[in-house]
């Protein structure tokens, strides 16, 4: 014998107001439907719930058995789903912010999310240098930076993930889309384009000065990673980038050429220090064993 909710919050709106358009009014249910609800339920229970005249509508001595049974049934149902939405309406909502993104990126949101299933993750595409700034002015949670070196900064918590070499981004045709390798100072007469806005931050990221003490030429002339490869694509700027990203984005009209002599660079989870949110420490542990597990897959490795 199944019974539904609806049939008996029905039986109880009749039985409270003792008539059948008022009751439907109140349950916003149409009066036919109420009465098909109604006769459903005595059906089911093989009792006549109701005597009901064109005037007078009153319980019978099966209706007044079943309203104290009715009302604890259903208010055990209310109180069910009400702690259903207080469990949604206290769910941790986290704010990630990517700058570029790729497959290992996506590991760890992947297991993040099955770990903590109660939370509201959202996803922010930040600029090269706006992470920092996302992260203070609190426009996003938490954030994985690409970075020469993590921030060390006491307002933030930074837990280095992977390794990962550097790479030249050139256009398909490029006088060096064809080598294994190239050396750093190679690649001074080229012109650079950035997504920096920050001097410090390019001179790390582009190597300058190089060793020989020259600067090569790097305008920051993007805001997105995007952006900036399809500018390397048109053949009006190269780029150096993490190495993953010739794996996460392939594209036939660019080459990533390995550099060989500068150091690897850091992916890091960056948050503000003393964030008390469960799901940040219970991210780390997680973003820490995908790339203990997976990094290797995409050309990554342990943090320098």
Not at 31 to 46: I, N
Not at 87 to 116: F, I, N, Q
Not at 227 to 244: H, S, Y
Request: hydrophobic share 45%; net charge positive.
């Amino acid at each position: 014998m199944d019974l539904t909710v609806q049939q008996l919050r029905c039986f109880l709106a009749v039985a409270e107001e003792l008539h059948f358009t008022r009751a439907a009014q109140r349950l916003h249910v149409a009066p036919p439907s109420l009465s098909q609800q109604v006769a459903g339920l005595e059906q089911r229970l093989q009792a006549r719930l109701f005597h009901r005249t064109s005037r007078h509508v009153e319980l019978t001595a099966a209706g007044t058995e079943l309203l104290p049974l009715a009302r604890r049934a259903v208010g055990s149902v209310d109180e069910v789903q009400a702690w259903a939405q207080r469990r949604r309406e206290a769910g941790e909502r986290v704010v990630v912010g990517l700058v570029a993104g790729g497959p290992l990126c996506s590991a760890v949101l992947a297991a993040a999310a099955r770990e903590l299933p109660d939370v509201r993750w959202e996803l922010r595409r930040l600029g090269f240098a706006e992470s920092l700034r996302a992260l203070r002015s609190e426009r996003v949670d938490v954030a994985l930076v690409p970075a020469v070196d993590l921030p060390a900064a006491q307002d933030l918590r930074a837990v280095p993930l992977w390794g990962e070499g550097r790479v030249l981004v050139v256009p398909a045709g490029h006088r060096l889309a064809g080598r294994r390798s190239v050396g750093i100072e190679e690649t001074t007469g080229e012109r650079f384009v950035g997504v920096a806005d920050d001097d410090a931050t390019l001179d790390a990221w582009f190597v300058s000065p190089r060793p020989d003490g020259r600067r090569p030429r790097v305008d920051p002339a993007a805001a997105t990673l995007e952006e900036v490869l399809d500018l390397c694509a048109a053949g009006m700027a190269v780029n150096i980038a993490g190495a993953t990203l010739a794996r996460s984005h392939v594209r036939s009209d660019l080459r990533f050429v390995p550099i060989r002599d500068v150091p690897a660079v850091t992916v890091g989870l960056v948050h503000r220090a003393g964030d008390p949110r469960r799901a940040l420490g219970t991210l780390e542990r997680v973003a820490l064993a995908v790339a203990r597990e997976q990094a290797g897959r995409f050309g990554a490795g342990p943090p320098p």
